[in-house]
């Protein structure tokens, strides 16, 4: 598949955090302490692969809200297999892309941290332009099950909670193939509509006076 000047893509990944209840403190193999997360809550950190129609390709919900993508990546079962793709055929450029919290590898593109022609600009932009859909992928999922919204919480143990957000994926699939998608995307909360179109009007009086 090419989009947008990639060929031979095979989606994009990227991790979110699902909320969940505090677990108990007690526990010594998966204390609580490691499922508050860097926004300030507790959670799991997942990782979603998305293709360009929304679709989930893989998910892993084993992870504390602590843990880095990063972190998450390299014990991923995803990671191992292109990368065993790539040293058994070195000519194929299935790949993924991610954002710069990733490692950068060859079947795992990211940004240019600081580009310095045009061409290595284009790439960023495009890069950004495709990277959108995981970005999507996450907000639709969370608005079509929306037990997975931050405010609300998995009220259940984190291994459950896992299982829960596997439900939630598979469904989240077959209303993709039904055609079952009514706008869910953009179903977001009035609130924060009204939050992003007053930070765009800060940053457009800033521009305008200042810059």
């Not at 360009?52 to 390709?57: G, N």
């Not at 299935?94 to 990733?102: A, F």
């Not at 179109?197 to 521009?207: A, H």
């Amino acid at each position: 598949m090419e989009i947008r000047g990639f060929p031979d893509i095979i989606g994009c990944i990227d991790c979110t955090h699902i909320a969940i209840v505090a677990p108990k403190a007690e526990d010594l193999e998966m204390p609580g302490v490691i499922f508050y997360c860097r926004k300030q809550y507790y959670s799991l950190n997942v990782q979603i692969v998305c293709n360009a129609k929304l679709q989930i390709l893989n998910i892993n919900a084993r992870f504390p809200g602590s843990v880095h993508d990063s972190a998450i990546w390299q014990a991923s079962l995803v990671r191992r297999h292109l990368a065993n793709e790539f040293s058994e055929n070195r000519q194929q450029m299935t790949y993924l892309l991610g954002d710069s919290g990733y490692p950068l590898e060859p079947w795992l593109l990211t940004p240019i941290a600081n580009p310095a022609i045009n061409n290595e600009r284009e790439y960023n932009r495009r890069h950004k332009l495709i990277r959108n859909v995981i970005e999507r992928t996450n907000g639709v999922l969370k608005q079509r099950f929306r037990s997975c919204l931050k405010h609300r919480t998995l009220h259940y143990p984190s291994e459950r909670a896992a299982k829960i957000i596997y439900s939630a994926a598979i469904l989240h699939n077959l209303c993709i193939e039904n055609g079952n998608n009514e706008n869910v995307d953009e179903d977001v909360d009035v609130a924060e509509r009204n939050v992003l179109r007053q930070g765009r009007n800060m940053r457009n009086r800033i521009v305008g006076n200042y810059c």
